[in-house]
Every structure is written in structure tokens, then in C-alpha cells.
């Protein structure tokens, strides 16, 4: 059991900690401004649910664990495919998406990192392809394609490296458990420091046409203190401080990636948020957006560095 590790439990411990401040100092603003905070109350008991969720799934049983990755993948692409334009014709194409998440993370369970690093970007492509021309439809076809491919890439692909990274072989005394509590602890963080450093000190829109919150102050704050963060936390990794430095850099810059390219996508549908699902938050699409980037990344370091 991977929660018994002191440095996940006190970690764990410190995560709570903070949830429970926030919700102390949340309670004395409502009483000294006399106004409801329920964004920021649903906000913090999401959050509290989240992590107990991930705590549970991925600290007691490795099994469960990846299996609890695979379901947050299948989520994200059904909440994807649900905010994109498509026909009825196309359901036989995206089936084969949601199929691919079962051999993606088995090959990510397994640690068979040839065919992990290959099903998705070269069989699924050549066999979506290949499918479509089976079914004789030449109108929509390059649109079609590319949606499943693109989306099966980002949601299932990208994400998929978190469950690898969790299985990883210990290296001494760090297991993928300790890894991949450091990579989504700082992508989380990074997060809210880029929405805390933009509300503070943001005056320089960085994409206006895309996330026109986003400021240049946001995001220099958020990958100074992040990377910091980087360093308190690498008691969880086997990094120097060196290495941890850069896996700070990695984390708080492709975190802002991810998020601008999935707000790309609700932006060109239309939409603000990807669903409901996640009080406070919107949706899965909405909480996963900068671990699409950050996941694949921070396994590759890691993969580079120490395998």
C-alpha cells in the first residue's frame, strides 16, 4: 500500500491541511462581507472530493490505480467528444477512440513501452483511416479523422503517461506512486498560482484572442513559484536539485500550454466550460487541461533521465 510511504502520507496530510485552511478563511470572509462565496466553497469541497478520490484509487492498490487513470481518460474524451460537432455516421469511428483506452493503458500497466508509445499515434491513425475508407463515406472524412485521432491523442495518449509514470520501477526508495504525486500535485498548483499571480499582479494579456485572463505577471509568478515548489517537493523524486529545478520549468510552462490549447478548443465550440461534472471547476476536460502536456513531458524527463 503506497500510502503508507511517510513521504506520500505527510504530504497527503499537508494537502488536507491547506484544503482546510482554505475553507477556515473562506468561512471568515463570508462572515466579514456578510456575501455567500459559493464558487469558493464548491471550489474547495470539489477539491476535496477530487483528492480523496485520487488518494484512495492510487495509493491502495496499483491495479486500481491505473484503472482509475483509464476512466478519468474516458471521461475527458467523452466530454470532448460530446462538445464537438459530429454526425451519426461518425459514431463508428469514434467508438474505436474509446476502444483504444483499453490496450493504451494495459501496455502502460504492463510497461510494454514499444507498443505503449506506438498504439495510439501509428495503429489507431492507420486504423481510423482505414476503417472510414471501409465505410465508403469520402464527405467529412479528413474532419472526421482528425477529430478521433486528435482527441484520442490529447485525452487518452497524453494522460496515459500518468498511469505508465505510476508504474514505473522504483528507483531506490521512489516509487511511480511518489512521481506521479509529485507531477499532479504541481500542475494543480501551478494552476491556481497562474489564476492567484494574474488576479494579483496581471496587467499584460499573454494570448488575448484565446484566454484573455492569461497575463505575462500570471505566468512568470506561477513558474517562479512552482519551480520552488519543485525543489520543497523533491524529497518525492530521486532529482537533484538541478533536476528538480527543470522539472519545475517543464511542469509550470507546459501547464500553461495545455490549458490554453484545451481553452482553444471550448473557444472554437463555443463553450466555457466542457460540462457540469466538477462543482466549482466545470468539467473533467476542464480539470485534466494542463496534464495533457504536463504528463507526457514530465514521464519523458523522468524516462530520459533515469531509465
Known amino acids: 500500500m503506497n500510502i503508507l510511504n511517510p513521504n506520500i502520507y505527510n504530504t497527503v496530510i499537508a494537502i488536507y491541511a491547506i484544503l482546510a485552511i482554505s475553507f477556515i478563511v473562506t468561512k471568515i470572509l463570508e462572515y466579514k462581507t456578510k456575501t455567500k462565496k459559493q464558487e469558493l466553497n464548491d471550489r474547495i469541497i470539489s477539491w476535496l472530493w477530487m483528492i480523496s478520490i485520487f488518494v484512495l484509487a492510487m495509493f ?44 493504451q493503458y494495459y501496455f502502460a500497466y504492463t510497461q510494454w513501452y514499444a507498443m505503449f508509445i506506438i498504439t495510439i499515434p501509428v495503429y489507431l491513425f492507420l486504423f481510423l483511416s482505414f476503417r472510414q475508407m471501409m ?24 494522460i496515459s503517461h500518468s498511469a505508465y509514470l505510476f508504474m514505473l520501477k522504483p528507483i531506490g526508495d521512489i516509487n511511480g506512486a511518489m512521481l506521479l504525486l509529485y507531477l499532479f500535485l504541481l500542475t494543480e498548483l501551478n494552476d491556481v498560482l497562474q489564476f492567484v499571480c494574474g488576479k494579483t499582479f496581471g496587467k499584460t494579456p499573454i494570448v488575448p484572442k484565446v484566454s484573455p485572463k492569461k497575463t505575462v505577471e500570471g505566468l512568470v509568478g506561477a513558474v517562479i513559484i512552482t519551480t520552488t515548489l519543485a525543489v520543497l517537493f523533491s524529497y518525492l523524486t530521486p532529482f537533484s536539485i538541478i533536476q528538480a529545478i527543470g522539472a519545475g520549468l517543464i511542469i509550470s510552462l507546459s501547464g500553461f500550454i495545455g490549458d490554453v490549447v484545451v481553452s482553444m478548443i471550448k473557444r472554437d465550440v463555443g463553450v466555457k466550460d466542457a460540462s457540469n461534472f466538477i462543482a466549482g471547476h466545470g468539467g473533467v476536460i476542464d480539470r485534466v487541461d494542463s496534464l495533457t502536456y504536463t504528463a507526457p513531458l514530465f514521464f519523458h524527463y523522468i524516462y530520459y533521465i533515469f531509465y
Do not use: C, H
Not at 496499483?62 to 483509464?70: H, K, Q, R
Not at 465508403?136 to 478521433?148: A, H, L, M, W, Y
Open 60 to 103: 491502495l492498490n496499483n491495479t486500481l490505480g491505473v484503472v482509475f487513470l483509464a476512466f478519468v481518460s474516458y471521461l475527458a474524451f467523452k466530454e470532448y467528444i460530446s462538445i464537438i460537432p459530429t454526425r451519426l455516421a461518425d459514431r463508428r469511428i469514434i467508438f474505436y477512440g474509446y476502444l483504444s483506452i483499453i490496450p
Open 135 to 158: 465505410i465508403g463515406q469520402t464527405e467529412g472524412f479528413i474532419d472526421n479523422t482528425s477529430k478521433v485521432n486528435w482527441g484520442a491523442m490529447l485525452f487518452i495518449f497524453a
